[in-house]
Structures are given as structure tokens and as C-alpha cells.
């Protein structure tokens, strides 16, 4: 069974940098033909794709978070990663990770576009 499980800081500071783990059990991040997506919801508000990791690596952030987002990915842990920079109040969601296949759906981002999920964390900004 594949299972995707967030970990991170609850609690970021405005201006701060928020880093969050995915660990990911049951399927290889590696594996053909699946990527690896990292997705936000802000209260009262829809899933917004923040990027991607494809199973060969290659790296693809939403237009609108390029320049504060940086994604990666660990191969020998089964891991990728999110660093988004500056965090703002407005940058408070759930995150989530989640297993995706083509086509690729983002920029738009629904539950149906990815078959496995984490169960999210709440990322709340405040100093």
C-alpha cells in the first residue's frame, strides 16, 4: 500500500523559510511513470499546486510561487522536499503531498488528479 506522510514545523515565522518532508512507503519515487506533488490549502479556499518531482527527477514550480519554492528529492530515503521562502500569513495552509500520474493536471490541482495523498499538516504563520 503506498502511503505519503508530511513532516515539518507546525509553526513558521513571517519571513522565515518553511521546510516540509515527505516520506514516501509502498512505492518508489523513482518509479515509472508517477511524480511527486506538493499541494497547499489556505482556509476557505481551494488546493493550490505549489510543484512537482517527476520519477526522473526533473522539478516544475507553479509560475506564481517560482521564486520562493524550492523542491527536491532524497532517493535514498524515499524523500522529497519543500522549502518556501519568505513565508507571509497568507501562506498559511495545509500542506499536502501526493502521488500523481500523467497527464499532469497542474497548474490545476483537485483530489482526483493524484491516486495516493499524505494526510497534511498545518502550516500556521505567526510570530
Known amino acids: 500500500q503506498v502511503q505519503l506522510q508530511e513532516s515539518g514545523p507546525g509553526l513558521v515565522k513571517p519571513s522565515q523559510t518553511l521546510s516540509l518532508t515527505c516520506t514516501v512507503s509502498g512505492a518508489s519515487i523513482t518509479a515509472e511513470v508517477y511524480f511527486w506533488s506538493w499541494i497547499r490549502q489556505a482556509p476557505g479556499k481551494g488546493l493550490e499546486w505549489i510543484g512537482r518531482?517527476?520519477?526522473?527527477?526533473?522539478?516544475y514550480y507553479n509560475p506564481a510561487l517560482q521564486s520562493r519554492t524550492s523542491i527536491s528529492r532524497d532517493t535514498s530515503k524515499n524523500q522529497f522536499t519543500l522549502q518556501l521562502t519568505s513565508m507571509t500569513p497568507e501562506d498559511a495552509a495545509v500542506y499536502y503531498c501526493?502521488?500523481?500520474?500523467?497527464?499532469?493536471?497542474?497548474?490545476?490541482?483537485?483530489?482526483?488528479?493524484?491516486?495516493?495523498w499524505g494526510q497534511g499538516t498545518q502550516v500556521t504563520v505567526s510570530s
Open positions: 501526493a502521488r500523481g500520474r500523467p497527464p499532469v493536471p497542474e497548474p490545476r490541482a483537485t483530489w482526483d488528479d493524484y491516486d495516493y
Open positions: 518531482v517527476g520519477y526522473l527527477g526533473g522539478i
